[in-house]
């Protein structure tokens, strides 16, 4: 897995120059960012990479049953294959206001970052493949998967691997934003909703009775207080709260959904069990009032260490376009893979902020070299 063995091929150097200029490319995103696009609610998005995937003439394109858009760039001697994907998916519903603005050196447009200019450089990065006839050993499939924001828990690249790890022997996960970042250690995610159901009543005739949001928000507080450590990184958050009926009404119902996160699977789990106990707690201190926990979200932790090759290629091919490589953890597509032993490695393509809010923005000015970067890890891997 060396970048710098390919950089210098005169089809690899062709097709670098054709990724110099970013505009194409952030015209890609911008029209991707105009079609809504919501977690499971992915489809028009979905039939627009199709059909530039089907453009492009890769094999095999279609789409799978939950929404998933597959192409395929034959290899040339049978080489195990590698998988290139980017989400289709934003956290934004139906009915946002999806205009852009333009300031200074900024592009402003909720999900543009996110993931509209990773489902572009996946789709240039086919381009250039096809356009230069780029030579690799293995198949590379390109995917646009559904599910990875929110309660998507992954959904998408769960069902990718499934159908494609026999064949894989790396795979490389696209984000947007945060240009030469890399991600190979993917911390592990628990999401919990918690539903409380209690008696209710009328705020005044029914006073005294056990009140849903009240005990809810007993055990918001009391989460609220729990500490964890700084080492390993360890974060919990409630992210939304529902309930109630009127301003008169004692709730029946209400409920939270809770995200807890770590990079260490053994700090991770005595959170979850700190958790479990306070809902036990409040629920045995409350008479009548029923307490339901559903796992909304669990996403596996896993890693390939700083010196694997397929790190080591990440690196190489963003110094070979003259950036330095920042390594972080998160929770990304490339979770699915690393938990189940197959290497890989999440990379941004662009500078950007304010994601998952309307106010979101990418710097374009590294796009062309966040995607000639993916291309030569890409002929690497």
């Known amino acids: ?4 063995r390919w950089r210098h091929t005169p089809a690899i150097q062709a097709a670098l120059r054709s990724l110099d200029n970013y505009h194409p490319i952030l015209e890609t995103a911008i029209a991707i960012q105009q079609i809504p696009a ?12 199709q059909q530039r995937m089907a453009q492009l003439g890769l094999c095999d394109v279609s789409t799978d049953e939950i929404g998933n858009v597959y192409g395929r760039r034959p290899g040339q001697n049978g080489g195990k294959a590698v998988l290139v994907s980017a989400h289709l998916d934003t956290v934004f519903p139906h ?19 996110d993931n509209s200019t990773g489902l572009a450089g996946l789709l240039h990065l086919a381009q250039a493949c096809q356009a230069h006839n780029l030579p690799h050993a293995g198949d590379v499939w390109f995917v646009a998967n559904v599910g990875e924001e929110g309660l998507g828990d992954l959904r998408g690249i769960r069902a990718t691997i499934d159908r494609l790890q026999p064949l894989l022997g790396a795979a490389i996960a696209i984000e947007g934003c945060d240009f030469a970042t890399l991600h190979h250690q993917a ?3 628990r999401r919990y909703k918690v539903e409380v159901r209690a008696p209710g009543g009328h705020s ?10 009240h005990v809810l928000s007993l055990l ?16 919990f958050n409630i992210g939304m ?12 119902q209400a409920s939270l959904l809770l995200d807890m996160r770590s990079v260490e699977l053994a700090s991770l789990n005595q959170l979850i069990g700190q958790v479990d106990a306070l809902i036990n707690e409040v629920s045995r201190a409350h ?29 190489e091919s963003f110094r070979a376009v003259g950036a330095r490589v920042n390594y972080q953890q998160g929770s990304t597509d490339a979770n699915i893979p690393l938990s189940r032993g197959l290497p890989a490695v999440c990379i941004g393509l662009t500078d950007g902020g304010n994601a998952h809010r309307s106010d979101e923005f990418i710097q374009p000015a590294n796009l062309g070299r966040g995607v000639q970067a993916l291309l030569l890890l890409t002929m690497a891997a």
């Open 241 to 252: 709260i529902n309930g109630g009926t009127s301003v008169n009404t004692i709730a029946q």
């Open 1 to 4: 897995m060396d970048p710098q």
């Open 95 to 113: 009915g946002t206001d999806l205009s852009l603005r333009h300031e200074g050196d900024r592009v402003y447009g909720p999900g543009l970052g």
């Open 220 to 235: 918001a507080a009391r989460i609220a207080q729990l500490e964890v450590p700084a080492t390993p990184r360890t974060t």
């Open 287 to 315: 008479r009548g009032v029923r307490v339901h926990v559903t796992t909304v979200g669990d996403r596996p932790a896993g890693a390939i260490p700083r010196d694997h090759p397929l790190v080591r290629a990440a690196t």
């Open 38 to 49: 919501p977690t499971f609610d992915e489809g028009r998005r979905g039939a627009y990479v």
């Open 187 to 189: 911390i592990g995610v």
């Open 204 to 213: 005044w005739g029914d006073f005294g009775n056990p009140s849903a949001i």
